[in-house]
Nanobody, 116 residues
Framework: QVQLVESGGGSVQAGGSLKLSCAAS????????MEWHRQAPGKQRELVAI???????NYAGSVKGRFTISRDNAANTVYLEMNRLKPEDTARYYC??????????WGQGTLVTVSS
C-alpha cells in the first residue's frame, strides 16, 4: 500500500499562486508515475499533470504554462506549483501514484478556490 497526503490548498484571488504538496509513504518503491488530478463540482475528475519516474512531464492544455509539477524523490514528495490561477481552476486537487501494475493510489484531496 501507498499512502498519499496532500496539503497546500486554500483560497486565492484570480492571478494568484498556490503550491500543493503530496507526501507519499508506505511501499514507495512501487511508485512509478506521480499525478495531480482535479475535480470541480459537477464535473468529472481530470488529469492535470503527470511526472514519470524518469522526470518527464505532461500537462493538460488548460494548465500548460501556468502549472509546474515536480518531485523530490529523497523526500518522497511531489509538488504542483500553480501560477496565474483562474476561477475555472477551482476544484479539489488529488494526488495519485501509479505502480508497475497500473494501479493508482489516491490521496484525500485538497481544496483550491479561486475567486474573481
Amino acid at each position: 500500500q501507498v499512502q498519499l497526503v496532500e496539503s497546500g490548498g486554500g483560497s486565492v484571488q484570480a492571478g494568484g499562486s498556490l503550491k500543493l504538496s503530496c507526501a507519499a509513504s508506505g511501499r514507495i518503491f512501487e511508485i512509478n508515475d506521480m499525478e495531480w488530478h482535479r475535480q470541480a463540482p459537477g464535473k468529472q475528475r481530470e488529469l492535470v499533470a503527470i511526472i514519470r519516474a524518469d522526470g518527464t512531464t505532461n500537462y493538460a492544455g488548460s494548465v500548460k504554462g501556468r502549472f509546474t509539477i515536480s518531485r523530490d524523490n529523497a523526500a518522497n514528495t511531489v509538488y504542483l506549483e500553480m501560477n496565474r490561477l483562474k476561477p475555472e481552476d477551482t476544484a479539489r486537487y488529488y494526488c495519485s501514484a501509479r505502480n508497475d501494475s497500473g494501479y493508482h493510489f489516491w490521496g484525500q484531496g485538497t481544496l483550491v478556490t479561486v475567486s474573481s
